[in-house]
């Protein structure tokens, strides 16, 4: 095992996931965005990005086991070229008919691509670099990602206010090529894992071994699932559906000037997951997982401010900084506590379970996000009027959440 941590392969793995994180980042906020414009419904909003998580859910093991069995380079070059094609297809077919049900089923594509992609990700870290830079490893590949993701909405949301979405889709398509060209060069250590007699019962029996390892043996793991699963419903999936829908349908803002605001948006959140990241590189020794719950508290006290401001007689743009300072200070806690339990999670898991362990719990994981952007969907929708209740209801019951994480985390002994 290479045991620097700027290792020519991990070098090129850091630039191909800037480059695929931009498109995905672009053509994340673009359709999404584009759906809301053309129905400004946020039940149909919040019951479609639930339905794109669907795949994500479901792929996410099976990416994770893959990941295990396979090379890792190949699975990152073969998913960039393919969500490539998605798009392209989409793009030649969004001038004709049935355009939700085109845009319904490209996103689940795509965040089922990614469901896919991610374990191979992060399972390639352990491969290419030794233990002692896991934390410095996950905070560099979670701050490009929050790079891309803070320049892929401010860039994609000028391109779509000026010249609408088939730009930043031809934009995206040629990232996903770039970055599977980059991939290619890339050299991660591979050793072919015996399989059964069949697919499924190998598919089968990875699946129960990685529970089995989470449930028993590192019983710990769990314990950071269900916290990180109620986050997901309640905090998570609210600042999903309400920042778009609050932004171009709520606050007192021009249509035009509420596209390229909400792209800005995106990019707070993406600067605060920067930060976060960043932080979490420069503080890695210093981080403990017994004190990882007062960033869950953080997280969750930092709604407040926002669902207080929506009542208040507040000019539009100053509603609209309120909600992008109480966001990104969102992203900077959760963001750190995600880089810490990722390093905490690769510490705990040996390699030949890393691939499928982290399949498993990016799967658990989202599987509350698609239930809170279908909740949060229908809620924004019925207390029309009454937004700040909602993201105030979202804020008590993620501090009644973080609160008793706080007292789980204190019980850690460090990895």
């Not at 297809?89 to 004709?96: A, D, V, Y």
């Not at 996103?107 to 691509?113: E, F, H, S």
């Not at 399972?123 to 996950?138: D, K, R, T």
């Given at each position: 095992m290479n045991?620097?941590?700027f290792?020519?392969?991990?070098?090129?793995?850091?630039?191909?996931?800037?480059i695929?994180?931009?498109?995905?980042?672009?053509?994340?906020?673009?359709l999404p965005l584009?759906?809301?414009?053309?129905?400004?419904s946020s039940?149909?909003?919040?019951?479609?990005?639930a339905?794109?998580?669907?795949?994500?859910?479901?792929?996410?093991?099976?990416?994770?086991?893959?990941?295990?069995?396979?090379?890792?380079?190949?699975i990152?070059?073969?998913?960039?070229?393919?969500?490539a094609?998605?798009?392209?297809?989409?793009?030649?077919?969004?001038?004709?008919?049935?355009?939700?049900?085109?845009?319904t089923?490209t996103?689940?594509?795509?965040?089922?691509?990614a469901?896919a992609?991610q374990?191979?990700v992060?399972?390639?870290?352990?491969?290419?670099?030794?233990?002692?830079?896991?934390?410095?490893?996950?905070a560099?590949?979670?701050?490009?990602?929050?790079?891309?993701?803070?320049?892929?909405?401010?860039?994609?949301?000028?391109?779509?206010?000026?010249?609408?979405?088939?730009?930043?889709?031809?934009?995206c398509?040629?990232?996903?090529?770039?970055?599977?060209?980059?991939?290619?060069?890339?050299?991660?250590?591979?050793?072919?894992?015996?399989a059964?007699?069949?697919?499924?019962?190998?598919?089968?029996?990875?699946f129960?071994r990685s529970?089995?390892?989470?449930?028993?043996e590192?019983?710990?793991?769990g314990?950071v699932?269900?916290?990180?699963?109620g986050?997901?419903?309640?905090?998570?999936?609210?600042?999903?559906?309400?920042?778009?829908?609050?932004?171009?349908?709520?606050?007192?803002?021009e249509?035009?000037q509420?596209?390229?605001l909400?792209?800005?948006?995106?990019?707070?959140?993406?600067a605060?997951?920067?930060?976060?990241?960043?932080?979490?590189?420069?503080?890695?020794?210093?981080?403990?997982?017994?004190?990882?719950?007062?960033?869950i508290?953080?997280?969750?006290?930092?709604v407040?401010?926002?669902?207080a401001?929506?009542?208040?007689?507040?000019?539009g743009?100053?509603?609209y900084?309120?909600?992008?300072?109480?966001?990104?200070?969102?992203?900077?806690?959760?963001t750190?506590?995600?880089?810490q339990?990722?390093?905490?999670?690769?510490?705990?898991?040996?390699?030949?379970l890393?691939g499928?362990?982290i399949?498993v719990?990016?799967?658990?994981?989202?599987?509350a996000?698609?239930l809170?952007?279908?909740?949060?969907?229908?809620?924004?929708?019925?207390?029309?009027?009454?937004e700040?209740?909602?993201?105030?209801?979202?804020?008590?019951?993620?501090?009644?959440?973080?609160?008793?994480?706080?007292?789980?985390?204190?019980?850690?002994?460090?990895?």
């Open positions: 045991q620097k941590l290792s020519k392969d991990f070098i090129l793995v850091v630039i191909g996931q800037i695929s994180l931009f498109g995905n980042a672009a053509i994340r906020f673009a584009y759906l809301l414009n053309l129905t400004g039940a149909l909003y919040g019951t479609v990005t339905c794109a998580f669907i795949p994500s859910i479901l792929l996410s093991p099976v990416g994770g086991i893959v990941a295990d069995r396979v090379n890792k380079r190949n990152m070059v073969l998913l960039d070229f393919f969500t094609a998605v798009i392209l297809i989409f793009s030649l077919l969004m001038n004709g008919g049935h355009l939700i049900l085109l845009l089923v996103m689940m594509l795509l965040y089922g691509i469901g992609y374990p191979a992060q399972a390639s870290i352990p491969a290419l670099i030794g233990q002692e830079h896991f934390m410095a490893a996950n560099i590949i979670n701050t490009i990602g929050s790079f891309a993701a803070l320049m892929g909405p401010v860039i994609g949301g000028v391109l779509y206010s000026i010249y609408g979405l088939r730009p930043v889709l031809w934009v398509m040629i990232c996903f090529v770039l970055s599977a060209v980059m991939e290619i060069f890339i050299h991660i250590p591979f050793r072919k894992q015996d059964q007699t069949s697919l499924l019962l190998t598919v089968k029996a990875d129960v529970v089995n390892f989470i449930r028993k590192k019983p710990v793991i314990k699932l269900l916290v990180v699963c986050i997901n419903l309640f905090l998570s999936a609210m600042i999903m559906v309400a920042l778009p829908y609050l932004v171009t349908e709520i606050l007192d803002l249509a035009s509420a596209n390229r909400y792209g800005f948006a995106e990019g707070a959140l993406a605060g997951g920067l930060c976060g990241g960043i932080g979490a590189g420069i503080f890695a020794k210093k981080l403990k997982v017994r004190k990882a719950g007062n960033l508290i953080a997280s969750a006290a930092a407040f401010p926002m669902g401001a929506l009542p208040l007689s507040l000019s743009i100053v509603s900084i309120v909600l992008i300072l109480c966001c990104f200070c969102i992203m900077v806690f959760s750190t506590f995600s880089v339990m990722m390093a905490f999670v690769q510490t705990e898991t040996p390699q030949d890393m499928k362990v399949g719990i990016l799967t658990i994981a989202m599987c996000q698609p809170g952007n279908a909740l949060y969907g229908v809620l924004f929708e019925l207390c029309r009027g009454f700040y209740g909602v993201v105030l209801f979202s804020g008590v019951v993620s501090f009644g959440i973080a609160v008793a994480a706080g007292k789980i985390f204190a019980g850690f002994s460090e990895a």
